[in-house]
């Protein structure tokens, strides 16, 4: 039986025990906490809700398993979760109750909207705790004063390793001149306008950009905008539920048959196979041919579906995999290494310095942010699909 609560308001921080049988530990195990701040609902809740499922199946994982062993003590896993539905005030309150209580390990959040929010309040704790965040925002803030609690858990778009040059010299080699972007009007849309307006200059690529609302349906306007100066792809973004919509309307207007994204997966290429013409896309791992090649992504497919009974949602649960899942199983790895639970700088120290082999080959570079391996997914018309791997971690 998995026992778990989460809070949806901002009165009381409740607790996700993800520990096997019941809320209670060994008499013989001793308790580190792990806090999460995740939009498991609401409109932007794609990415929080994958990560939640990753860190829950992990911490049941090691917990079951009679969980790890650090300088001669055993201990175990809680997992403290909260929904803040991509509202910045809510995960404020959220985050300074973590803080409060000493929480010495926090994932999220993956929206920059949110980070920007709760930034000044990790400053203010840096050397306290570590903060496992995946979003883009948090690449500025990497090697900054009072950073040294910043991980940076996906090597998103900018930065060294970063995937968004890789998947900007794919379009470059092929000739590509024009770019049409299409992002949402928020605080991701912003800073992901910002990185791709540099690395489409850098390229020699020309970029038009246009913003939409969030909660948008109807992109036909700003599509027709787009496709005034014929340019060679369109780059939509971020999540399948307003990909589905742009694919479709873009291609039953016949103002786009070529796209190019770095979010969502290939499913509303796949679903709308017979009008595109080749549809572009950067994976972290493309799971359905890895789950038949990798005994660890074939294991970790398994575990989701007994866990959460329920099938394994390909185009989602690979980014909650490597953002959480690998995570918190380096995390304890780098705990048992460093011989401590609560030396944060050491801990630190010893992920810095681990080269983790589980779903991702995966390291983090001297800042902090994480480097690993991806897959850029061509579909052609008719479902056809071609993969390619872009080696990033060393």
Same mark, same amino acid.
């Given at each position: 039986?998995?026992?778990?609560?989460?809070?949806?308001?901002?009165?009381?921080?409740?607790?996700?025990?993800?520990? *096997?049988? &019941?809320?209670?530990?060994?008499?013989?195990?001793?308790?580190?906490?792990?806090?999460?701040?995740?939009?498991?609902?609401? %409109?932007?809740?794609?990415?929080?809700?994958?990560?939640?499922?990753?860190?829950?199946?992990?911490?049941?994982?090691?917990?079951?398993?009679?969980?790890?062993?650090?300088?001669?003590?055993?201990?175990?896993?809680?997992?403290?979760?909260?929904?803040?539905?991509?509202?910045?005030?809510?995960?404020?309150?959220?985050?300074?109750?973590?803080?409060?209580?000493?929480? %010495?390990?926090?994932?999220?959040?993956?929206?920059?909207?949110?980070?920007?929010?709760?930034?000044?309040?990790?400053?203010?704790?840096?050397?306290?705790?570590?903060?496992?965040?995946?979003?883009?925002?948090?690449?500025?803030?990497? *090697?900054?004063?009072?950073?040294?609690?910043?991980?940076?858990?996906?090597? /998103?778009?900018?930065?060294?390793?970063?995937?968004?040059?890789?998947?900007?010299?794919?379009?470059?080699?092929?000739?590509?001149?024009?770019?049409?972007?299409?992002? !949402?009007?928020?605080?991701?849309?912003?800073?992901?306008?910002?990185?791709?307006?540099?690395?489409?200059?850098?390229? *020699?690529?020309?970029?038009?950009?246009?913003?939409?609302?969030?909660?948008?349906?109807?992109?036909?306007?700003?599509?027709?905008?787009?496709?005034?100066?014929? %340019?060679?792809?369109?780059?939509?973004?971020?999540?399948?539920?307003?990909?589905?919509?742009?694919?479709?309307?873009?291609?039953?207007?016949?103002?786009?048959?070529?796209?190019?994204?770095?979010?969502?997966?290939?499913?509303?290429?796949?679903?709308?196979? !017979? &009008?595109?013409?080749?549809?572009?896309?950067?994976?972290?791992?493309?799971?359905? #041919?890895? #789950?038949?090649?990798?005994?660890?992504?074939?294991?970790?497919? &398994?575990?989701?579906?007994?866990?959460?009974?329920?099938?394994?949602?390909?185009?989602?649960?690979?980014?909650?995999?490597?953002?959480?899942?690998?995570?918190?199983?380096?995390?304890?790895?780098?705990?048992?290494?460093?011989?401590?639970?609560?030396?944060?700088?050491?801990?630190?120290?010893?992920?810095?310095?681990?080269?983790?082999? *589980?779903? /991702?080959?995966?390291?983090?570079?001297?800042?902090? #942010?994480?480097?690993?391996?991806?897959?850029?997914?061509?579909?052609?018309?008719?479902?056809?699909?071609?993969?390619?791997?872009?080696?990033?971690?060393?």
């Amino acid at each position: 039986m998995r026992v778990l609560f989460r809070f949806l308001s901002t009165a009381v921080l409740s607790i996700a025990v993800a520990s *096997g049988a &019941s809320l209670s530990y060994a008499a013989d195990a001793q308790v580190v906490k792990i806090g999460q701040i995740e939009a498991q609902t609401g %409109p932007s809740a794609t990415y929080g809700w994958m990560s939640a499922q990753g860190a829950r199946l992990a911490v049941q994982q090691i917990n079951e398993a009679g969980g790890f062993e650090v300088a001669g003590k055993k201990y175990k896993l809680e997992l403290l979760q909260a929904d803040t539905r991509g509202e910045p005030r809510e995960a404020v309150v959220q985050f300074k109750k973590l803080m409060e209580d000493k929480v %010495p390990f926090v994932f999220g959040p993956f929206l920059s909207n949110v980070y920007n929010a709760i930034e000044p309040i990790a400053r203010q704790n840096d050397g306290k705790f570590l903060l496992f965040t995946g979003a883009t925002a948090a690449h500025a803030s990497l *090697g900054t004063p009072k950073s040294s609690f910043l991980l940076r858990t996906f090597n /998103w778009d900018g930065g060294q390793a970063g995937f968004g040059s890789g998947m900007v010299d794919v379009l470059k080699k092929r000739g590509v001149k024009k770019v049409a972007m299409l992002f !949402q009007n928020d605080a991701f849309g912003k800073v992901a306008v910002d990185i791709y307006t540099k690395l489409f200059s850098d390229a *020699g690529i020309t970029l038009r950009v246009e913003l939409f609302e969030p909660g948008t349906k109807d992109f036909n306007a700003a599509l027709s905008k787009l496709a005034i100066d014929k %340019p060679d792809y369109l780059f939509p973004g971020y999540s399948d539920g307003v990909l589905f919509d742009i694919v479709r309307q873009a291609t039953e207007a016949d103002l786009f048959r070529k796209f190019f994204t770095v979010r969502g997966s290939i499913a509303p290429a796949l679903k709308n196979s !017979q &009008s595109i013409e080749e549809y572009i896309a950067y994976v972290p791992k493309y799971f359905e #041919e890895a #789950e038949k090649q990798s005994p660890e992504v074939a294991k970790f497919v &398994s575990a989701y579906k007994a866990f959460y009974k329920r099938e394994f949602p390909y185009d989602q649960a690979p980014l909650c995999a490597s953002s959480c899942y690998d995570h918190v199983h380096m995390l304890v790895e780098a705990m048992k290494k460093a011989g401590t639970t609560s030396d944060i700088g050491a801990i630190r120290k010893q992920l810095l310095a681990t080269r983790y082999n *589980g779903l /991702w080959a995966m390291t983090f570079d001297s800042t902090g #942010e994480a480097v690993f391996d991806f897959d850029v997914i061509e579909v052609k018309r008719g479902g056809a699909i071609t993969r390619t791997s872009k080696k990033a971690a060393p």
